[in-house]
């Protein structure tokens, strides 16, 4: 792994600026000269109800300091938060609050906020500036970065939605203190992942750690590591049009799991830990994934606590409805990501049928 980069550009081509992702220890209660650059402007601070106590004061005190006037909104904390009904009122409270295109919207919180609240920013006035202030893992490591922002509709997860960078994304890797072990779990699925499609390194030094506590002292790196793989994939294809679909391994299934199951039942990284180790084994059913890789996955993910299994009520017919409307199907043909080996990947089509026959093999 590459030492610490606690800046990392992420360039996207047909914009004339990069934006910068910054991470810190600590550099929430240090962020105001960040803010500088929006002094005489208000911000909207988004949070949830587990964030908003713990962070959003430090975050409205160092905006005040830098001349922002900040107004603040908490909306429930959780996946059903993803909603029509809340990006509602979010424009309501943009609305209320005047908030015009020089002003900034800032997600303070996990990916459900950043998601949320960067499909708000990205079409309240066809465009206000927007700030990621992640304070997940799985959102530091992945969803702050990109621009893929979204809500879930009832028939699929994050149907509806745009690409829309932010202008700058602050991580204080601090903030993972008070995350409980689910969530950083969560976001161990989503680090695996990288490891998975692009870092065959960061994947065997994880598994040379052995276990969560190991992994602890190490978090700074992984994120910047995982950021710095982002920022090259999304540098290359912000569109989703080509190499970003690597970044979707396992999540084929895991967004149907996530809708079967019920928004927030299974946690968005869990589920995504439970489809890695379904698409290393349909890989291995077609001969491209070397055997015993899903089997390697498997052991890692669960000497970290996390799923690798289905849970008992679903079933691949209960999902397969739910796999045919993801994003990533063409026609009668589904996209999936398969492994060539811990750290190389390439995406593929498989036809509906295929794939079904794939799930039930390997159930
Ligand atoms: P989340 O936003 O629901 O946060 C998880 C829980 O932790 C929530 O209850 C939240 O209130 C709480 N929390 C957040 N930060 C905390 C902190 N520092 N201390 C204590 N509690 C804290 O979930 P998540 O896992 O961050 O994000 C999942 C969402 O991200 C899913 O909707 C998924 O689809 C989306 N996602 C988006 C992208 C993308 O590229 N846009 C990528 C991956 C995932
Ligand atoms: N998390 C997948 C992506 O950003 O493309």
Redesign the pocket.
Known sequence: MSPIMPVIPVNIPGKTTAYSVFIESGLLSRSSHYFTSYTGHKAAVIS????AP?YADILLSELRSAGVEPFLITLP???TT?CSANLDRLYDFLLDHRITRSDIVIAL???????LTGYAAATYLRGTRFIQVP??L??QV??SV?G???INHPKG??LLGAFYQPELVIIDTD??G???SR?VG??LG?VIKYGCILDAPLFERIERCGCRENLVPLYPEIIARCIELKAQVVSEDPLDTGLRMILNFGHTLAHAIENAAGYGTV???EAVCIGMVAAAGWGETLGVTPSGTADRIRRLLTALDLPVSLPESLTPDCLFPSMALDKKSLGKDIRVILLDDIGQCHSTRLGAQKLFELMEDNA
């Open positions: 949830d109800t587990n964030v713990l904390a959780g996946e993803k919180g996990g990916g459900v906020i950043g998601d304070t997940t799985l959102a992945d969803s990109g893929k922002v979204a997860k994050n903030t993972l008070t995350l409980d969530q969560a976001g989503e946690l968005h990284g």
